[in-house]
């Protein structure tokens, strides 16, 4: 059965993310989700894209947004680059997800984060599992699922 989740990454990982949406598309992989990401960046008054950062009140659409986006999802997936460890953005995902989700389940929802390694990616660890309740600013390379 397809989980319904939220990819968050940094926006300068493009490209990664069109790989691992199109392993949805891959019937040799055995991933099988419904995307509930933002599809177009939330706009402001004047039709261009907030680029506030989360704890700038500006960006409160976004925020909000995004956590409309995170009532439809089970799971949050990470895609972490290289940079990602630098973004606000992907840091309070993180944090609001767990706690929206500790909030409707009662339970620390976090308590165990599968990783899979990212090809190529030059500090990928090998595959398995890590139990984490917090962002990690020196994170590795790896897809949190």
């Given at each position: 059965?397809?989980?319904?989740?939220?990819?968050?990454?940094?926006?300068?990982?493009?490209?990664?993310?069109?790989?691992?949406?199109?392993?949805?598309?891959?019937?040799?992989?055995?991933?099988?989700?419904?995307?509930?990401?933002?599809?177009?960046?939330?706009?402001?008054?004047?039709?261009?894209?907030?680029?506030?950062?989360?704890?700038?009140p500006r960006s409160k659409p976004v925020r909000d947004e995004i956590m409309k986006k995170f009532e439809k999802c089970s799971k949050l997936v990470v895609l972490i680059g290289d940079d990602t460890y630098k973004s606000d953005w992907v840091e309070w995902e993180i944090n609001t997800f767990i706690r929206m989700k500790e909030r409707l389940s009662g339970e620390k929802t976090w308590k165990r984060i599968s990783c899979l390694t990212g090809a190529g990616e030059k500090r990928a660890p090998r595959k398995g599992v890590v139990y984490s309740n917090r962002f990690d600013r020196q994170a590795p390379s790896v897809v949190y699922l």
């Open positions: 059965m397809a989980a319904n989740v939220f990819v968050s990454y940094d926006h300068d990982d493009q490209k990664q993310v069109g790989g691992f949406k199109l392993l949805k598309n891959n019937p040799k992989h055995p991933l099988d989700f419904h995307d509930h990401s933002l599809k177009e960046p939330v706009t402001g008054g004047s039709g261009k894209p907030i680029k506030y950062p989360p704890s700038d």
